[in-house]
């Protein structure tokens, strides 16, 4: 799992442009992993799951920061679409959702992260996937 951070600035604008990429690669079975679905048993509500953790994350966040309009942005940004889910990471023990500037909050707020242990998705994820390693 990896992350590439790309940054770009054109002459005349205000603020340099950062994105994150992340890239997935699991040895022993599928390669480099397209989307987290695969993780997942497919009959498993992962992706309302992931989404309601994210939301309820980032609202709180925003909350301890004193931004308390911003809900909407956060719920959109973060519903449970696939496409919303495109910046993920995978440690021993944490998903880790990334979403660039203005996915969630307005763009001076930067980049949002989201980390979501993976012992709270044991019954959601896949014992034959890239995560059997947590069936051992």
């Known amino acids: 799992s990896a992350q590439i951070k790309e ?22 079975s599928a390669g480099l992993l397209s989307d987290f679905s695969v993780l997942f048993l497919q009959q498993s509500d992962y992706l309302k799951y992931v989404s309601d953790y994210c ?28 496409n919303n889910f495109n910046t ?6 944490m998903l880790l959702i990334t979403f660039n500037a203005a996915q969630v909050a307005p763009y001076v707020f930067g980049i949002q992260t ?23």
């Open 7 to 28: 940054f770009s600035a054109v002459i005349g604008m205000a603020h340099p442009n950062k994105v994150i990429r992340s890239y997935n690669y699991c040895i022993n």
């Open 88 to 93: 993920w990471n995978i440690s021993e023990d």
């Open 55 to 82: 939301i309820a994350e980032l609202k709180s966040n925003a909350q301890k920061n004193g931004y308390s309009n911003i809900d909407e942005m956060i719920e959109t940004g973060a519903s449970p679409d696939l």
């Open 114 to 136: 989201v980390s979501i242990p993976l012992i709270n998705m044991t019954n959601m994820i896949n014992p034959e996937g890239p995560l059997s390693f947590m069936f051992r």
